[in-house]
């Protein structure tokens, strides 16, 4: 491989490296050959069980161990063996450092070979050393072992360029002296996003972000309470959020169910967990902080106002009936007024003549 190939390797070494969480599988690297192998944590006798590789060791200690390369291809590969700082990328999985970026601190502590050579469809042991430095700091250190090839490829210029495709597993060593757990949130955001269907709730997106402060690692879970609503994290499926020490994640947690009250109350409440190397808990207070929100009910104030206009249009419309029969009535009084005189008049009138009528006949019959 010419020189100018070697300084364009692409860096981009996570092609297949997602698979150095539990359980190994084989990899595929781009390469003519179709090159296809597995590294897993191993015994001097070949791969044992183990997915990951958990050793708690003094400063200024040292420890040996092995691992395996199988090679499920049909030709012989020289496969490149290194080590490097381990992290947690932002969804939680297990990844690290490519080979043009220098570890500064658990990677620096295991001493293994260059290269291992693996016949075809074959498997070979491969021991390896850690070494805790007298100065290291107690707590959790996270390391990656990785085999790798380096096949031809080009960029996207039509260059040619090496690609190195890497498998490999996590190794987590615990320097002893005092494990002290600790975090902080901060960062926490709130947005409402209102449904217009009236008789419907919103939801919140809400945002915070948790660093690692402590020498522990922590498993970060907890629930995001807003108003009426609230959601467990990390949601039901998803990988587990892992935080080394110094590392911090963004998380976004989505809360249905959250009716607008104009002010919707809530809070964050974050409960870690960590646990020692023989799986016992390791005590982590849990800490919870606001994260109200202001949600105001557009939807239900247009049709509470619906309804005022309803209310008042059928009080308008019965007043209106009101006066009209008011009206009615005073007109019916009025014209029963003018025809009441004349009427007395014509009853006067025949109640004299029938006086007169009456008093004639009385005075024809004297004798």
Not at 35 to 47: L, M, N, Q, R
Not at 182 to 202: C, E, H, K, L, Q
């Amino acid at each position: 491989m010419t020189r100018s190939l070697v300084t364009r390797v692409v860096t981009a070494l996570a092609v297949l490296f997602a698979s150095m969480l539990l359980g190994v599988p084989a990899a595929h690297a781009a390469s003519d050959a179709d090159i296809t192998w597995s590294v897993t944590p191993a015994d001097e006798s070949g791969p044992d069980k183990r997915g990951v590789i958990q050793q708690e060791l003094d400063p200024g200690t040292s420890r040996s161990d092995f691992f395996a390369v199988r090679n499920l291809s049909r030709t012989e590969v020289t496969f490149a063996l290194s080590a490097a700082d381990g992290y947690y990328t932002d969804t939680g999985r297990f990844n690290m450092l490519p080979s043009d970026q220098e570890s500064v601190d658990a990677g620096l502590w295991i001493d293994l070979p260059d290269t291992v050579t693996v016949g075809p469809n074959g498997t070979v042991v491969v021991p390896f050393t850690t070494t805790v430095p007298e100065d290291a700091i107690p707590g959790d250190h996270a390391a990656g072992i990785a085999a790798s090839v380096t096949s031809a490829g080009t960029d996207a210029d039509g260059s040619q360029v090496g690609v190195e495709s890497r498998v490999g597993f996590r190794i987590m060593t615990r320097v002893t002296g005092d494990i002290v757990p600790s975090y902080v949130i901060s960062g926490v955001g709130t947005a409402y996003d209102m449904s217009w269907n009236p008789f419907r709730p919103g939801s919140v997106q809400s945002t915070f972000t948790v660093e690692n402060t402590g020498n522990a690692s922590l498993v970060v879970t907890g629930t995001a309470a807003i108003g009426t609503g609230s959601a467990a994290f990390p949601a039901e499926g998803a990988p587990r959020q892992e935080l080394l020490p110094g590392e911090s994640r963004a998380f976004t947690v989505a809360v249905a169910d959250v009716w607008p009250t104009v002010f919707v109350p809530g809070s964050i409440d974050v409960a870690p967990t960590a646990v020692d190397l023989g799986g016992d808990p390791v005590e982590v207070a849990a800490q919870s902080v606001p994260a109200s929100s202001w949600a105001f009910p557009v939807p239900q104030a247009l049709v509470l106002l619906g309804v005022v206009l309803i209310i008042a249009a059928l009080f308008w419309r019965r007043r209106r009936f009101a006066a009209a029969l008011d009206r009615a009535r005073e007109e019916g009084r009025v014209s029963a007024g003018a025809a009441g005189p004349a009427e007395r008049s014509d009853a006067s009138s025949a109640n004299s003549r029938e006086q007169h009528d009456a008093g004639g006949l009385r005075a024809g019959d004297r004798p």
